[in-house]
């Protein structure tokens, strides 16, 4: 018995950002008191008719077309019934066997280069509410239900089963929220749950070309344990069979505490969704000129944008990669560049301190303190020599946590660069005369030396010191000084 | 045919408890009607198009707009049970 290769597919879900709900008028936000953004035809009342939102179809067609998606010229909707009191119907409204999209794909980069994914299927379907347990699903005493997000539109993403690493999985997963972000059609945020993914994966002997017997992981909260539950899952699925055992087909929920997958019990009979086509909605016809106005919407896309920053901007592929991962990190960048035009200075600025600040606080780029104005005008007092490199990291530090202008923090701090000779001298002068070793050293031809004496310089100025000038005065005060 | 089994499977599946004679009579009952229905089988559908919706309608939408709440109060008077504003429900699994 040689290796095993996985086989994983992924159902993504993400919930699309409409003012208003899929199928009535109740706000579509997240939060919100328990149970205020309802009414009768979320709520399931007896008597009440669903009406389309307009806007999720040309979200879902915006989708689509980003995802290279063939778009349906006729779908409809139908009826998927189970009965759980996370929806009020006991059936939600989804799309079964004509979806909105089909045949699509994105590409990834590999290990082994760009890698093609296929997307099965684009459908619209309508959110579940949530339900709130004591402890885990099987242990609570009872459960706590909000509608609020009942009938919230979503998108169900489903992609081939063309993933060979959870690795890939993940490249596949954070690629796809990425140019969905793009779009501008929703927030994707895991932890909000307005991006959701389960993970369908088996194993089979390298080489083979039939499937294995597949499990689905849900439950994975983020793409870190995306990564880790898929890798769990490979072994455990590798492990049964070589012991000679079967796997089963069954749905597995993702324990992030202990780090194991473990099986879902549910009274429900194996899937007997009983589909049929929603009678109280008719069928959806998009047009060619539907779908071209639509189009004509769509932004510029991560890898057309990665693209076009090489290109455009001559930045080195790792930048313009960590640039477009997101659209806001692009918008930022490209806010500072429309105010200073050199672009790999505010690549360098944007991936690094400003980078560093906002994971260390924990803030989103789009929320940023440091506004791309003030970013370019701290840039220009570098180039004026009012501050130095070093000093314009404190700065701008300081502008992150207080928000002030990058001018009022240098001229409230005293941080402007010290460029008067005169004053410098006489520093570079005391250090000269206090080191009278690395002095030789440096006679000695010790290049080293002279970096020791210029911090020293740095040191009593605090920072302040201009580089350039203390470099050429040091050097000229060791030469002039007798021996 | 309508098996003993089928209405026990789809009685489980709506929640519905049945005693030994209903299962009995639905069995028998349910039969007759998919008898009573199977007559459309004999109709020749080779060139006919699944049909979508009994209305010649298509594209009824909405625009994206928020527009009045229920009262969540008066919702949840209604409730069979309920904990702060939220809807409580026995136990799923």
Known sequence: ?483 | MITRKDVEHVALLGRLELSEEEIEVYTKQLGRILDYASVLNELDTENVPPMAHVLPLQNVFRQDAVGRHLDPEAVLSHAPDREDRFFRVPRLV
């Open chain 1, 1 to 483: 018995m040689g290796k095993y290769e996985p086989v994983i597919g992924l159902e993504i879900h993400a919930e699309l950002k409409t003012e208003s709900k899929i199928f009535c008028p109740s706000s579509a936000r997240f939060g919100g008191e328990p149970n205020t953004y309802i009414c009768p035809v979320c709520l399931g009342l007896p008597g009440v008719l669903p009406v389309l939102n307009k806007k999720v179809v040309e979200y879902a067609v915006m989708a689509a077309l980003a995802l290279n998606c063939e778009i349906a010229r006729f779908c409809k909707f139908d009826r998927k019934n189970y009965y759980y009191p996370d929806l009020p119907k006991n059936y939600q409204i989804s799309q079964y066997d004509l979806p909105l999209a089909q045949y699509g794909f994105l590409e990834i980069d590999t290990e082994n280069g760009r890698k093609r994914i296929g997307i099965t299927r684009i459908h619209i379907e309508e959110d579940a509410g949530k339900l709130l347990h004591q402890g885990t699903v099987t242990t609570t005493p009872y459960s706590l239900v909000d509608y609020n997000r009942t009938g919230v539109p979503l998108l169900e993403i489903v992609s081939e089963p063309d993933m060979r690493s959870p690795e890939e999985a993940r490249a596949y997963a954070e690629k796809l929220r990425s140019i969905i972000q793009f779009t501008g059609i929703s927030d994707c945020k895991m932890e909000e749950g307005s991006l959701r993914v389960d993970a369908n994966v088996s194993v089979r002997p390298l080489g083979s070309k039939e499937l294995g017997v597949k499990t689905e992981i849900k439950n994975v909260n983020s793409f870190r344990a995306l990564v880790r539950a898929l890798e769990y899952e490979i072994e455990r699925q590798v492990a049964i069979l070589k012991d000679g055992g079967r796997i089963v087909q069954e749905t597995r929920t993702w324990d992030e505490g202990k780090g194991v997958t473990l099986p879902l019990r549910s009274k429900e009979e194996a899937h007997d969704y009983r589909y049929f086509p929603e009678p109280d909605l008719p069928p959806l016809v998009i047009t060619k000129e539907w779908v071209e106005e639509v189009y004509r919407g769509l932004p510029e896309l991560p890898d057309a944008r990665r693209e076009r920053y090489v290109r455009e901007y001559g930045l080195p592929a790792y930048d313009a990669g960590v640039l477009t991962a997101s659209r806001e990190v692009g918008d930022y960048f490209e806010a500072c560049l429309r105010l200073y035009p050199q672009p790999k200075t505010v690549s360098n600025w944007v991936m690094g301190e400003l980078a560093r600040l906002l994971n260390a606080t924990n803030t989103e780029i789009a929320d940023s303190p440091v506004k791309p104005e003030q970013l370019a005008d701290l840039l220009r007092l570098i180039d004026k020599g009012v501050v130095s490199g070093k000093i314009a990291k404190t700065v701008f530090e300081e502008v992150f946590r207080t928000g002030k202008d990058p001018q009022a923090v240098v001229k409230e701090q005293g941080l402007v660069q010290i460029t008067d000779e005169a004053a410098l001298k006489t520093i570079i002068d005391e250090v000269i005369a206090a080191n009278p070793k690395v002095v030789a050293d440096y006679r000695e031809g010790k290049e080293k030396a002279l970096g020791f004496l210029i911090g020293q310089v740095m040191k009593s100025t605090k920072g302040k010191a201009n580089p350039a000038i203390v470099n050429r005065l040091l050097k000229e005060g060791i030469e002039n000084k007798e021996i």
